[in-house]
C-alpha cells in the first residue's frame, strides 16, 4: 500500500460484531482521494463495504502488515462481511462394513446436512471425503475422515490448517455412550471423555480443547457387553426411529449455530434434548 496514502488515515473508527464471534474495526480514509477507501483489521476475515466505484492501488515496496483492504463497490452504500469458514467433520470408520453402525452416526449427520444444504461430498483431501458450499451467507467445508476412528485427527488438523479455520468455528459430529439413544448436546467445548476420535483430533489440534462438537446420544451398552462390540453393532428398529429424528432435529441447530452463534436458540434446543423422552 502506498505510503501517501496512509498518511490521509482519520480516527474514526466502525465497530462491528457478528455472533459473539468476530469483530471487525473498519478505518476510513480521506483527503486527495475522492471517495472512501475501506481498510479491515481483523486476522483472518474480510468485510467489503458496496460504494459507486472501484479503486485500485499499486504497491511501490512489500510492507510486513495484517491489514486487509477492499474498495470494489457497487450502487448500494451498505455494509457486506465476508463470513469466516467453519469446518464441519463428522467423526466414524469407512468402508460399507461399518455403514450403519452407531460409531458411524457422525459420518450419517454430515449426510444428512449434505442433503439439506446441496452440499455434494465430492473431493478427497488430507485423508477425508469433503464437500465445499456455504450455509445462508456462511461459507462451509462438510468432510468425513476417511482415516479410522482412532486416527480421525489425521484428516482434521491438516483441513484446518489448510483452509485456515480457526478453533472456534470446528465443529466436530460424534456419537456419545453418556448420552441416551438420539438425545444430542451442542456445546462450545470440552474434553475427550475417553472417545478415541476426539482424543486423536485433540491431539492433532496442538492439544487445544476449545472446539465447537455436537454429540449424538448411542446409549451405554446392556449389561456386561463389551463397549468395542456394542459401537459396532448396528441401530435396532426402535433406536434408528430415535436416530433419524435426532439427526433432522440438528440439522436446524447447526444452522442456527452458523448463522447466529451459541444464542438463546442453542440453550432451548439443549433443554428440549435433555427431557425429550420424559414422560410428564
Not at 474514526?12 to 460484531?17: A, K, N, P, Y
Not at 485500485?56 to 463497490?73: C, F, Q, Y
Not at 454430515?110 to 452440499?119: M, N, P
Request: net charge positive.
Amino acid at each position: 500500500m502506498s505510503l501517501d496514502i496512509l498518511g490521509f488515515l482519520l480516527s474514526s473508527t466502525l465497530t462491528l460484531e457478528y455472533s459473539g464471534y468476530c469483530c471487525y474495526n473498519i478505518c476510513f480514509f480521506a483527503g486527495n482521494i475522492p471517495k472512501m477507501l475501506h481498510s479491515v483489521s481483523a486476522p483472518n476475515p474480510c468485510i467489503s463495504i458496496p460504494s459507486r466505484r472501484s479503486i485500485h492501488l499499486t504497491s511501490r515496496r512489500l510492507v510486513a502488515t495484517k491489514i486487509r483492504v477492499s474498495a470494489s463497490l457497487p450502487d448500494v452504500d451498505t455494509v457486506k462481511v465476508e463470513y469466516t469458514p467453519w469446518l464441519i467433520v463428522g467423526l466414524g470408520n469407512p468402508g460399507n462394513k461399518y455403514h450403519g453402525t452407531r460409531h458411524n452416526v457422525g459420518f450419517e449427520m454430515i449426510d444428512r446436512i449434505s442433503e439439506e444444504e446441496g452440499i455434494k461430498l465430492n473431493t478427497i483431501q488430507s485423508k477425508a471425503l469433503m464437500g465445499i458450499g456455504s450455509i445462508g451467507e456462511v461459507p462451509v467445508l462438510l468432510a468425513k475422515s476417511q482415516a479410522y476412528m482412532n486416527y480421525s485427527g489425521e484428516s482434521v488438523g491438516p483441513l484446518a490448517a489448510y483452509y485456515q479455520v480457526p478453533l472456534r468455528h470446528i465443529l466436530l459430529i460424534y456419537d456419545e455412550m453418556s448420552l441416551p439413544n438420539g438425545v444430542m448436546r451442542l456445546q462450545p467445548k470440552g474434553g475427550h471423555g475417553y472417545h478415541n476420535g476426539v482424543k486423536s483430533v485433540i491431539d492433532h489440534l496442538d492439544g487445544c480443547k476449545a472446539f465447537p462438537r455436537l454429540c449424538i446420544g448411542i446409549g451405554n451398552p446392556p449389561g456386561t457387553m463389551d463397549r468395542k462390540a456394542y459401537l459396532l453393532q448396528k441401530f435396532s428398529s426402535e433406536e434408528r426411529k430415535q436416530v433419524d429424528i435426532a439427526l433432522e432435529q440438528a440439522v436446524e441447530a447447526v444452522r442456527n449455530l452458523l448463522l447466529k452463534g451459541f444464542d438463546d436458540n442453542i440453550t432451548k434446543f439443549n433443554l428440549g434434548q435433555k427431557y425429550k423422552f420424559h414422560r410428564v
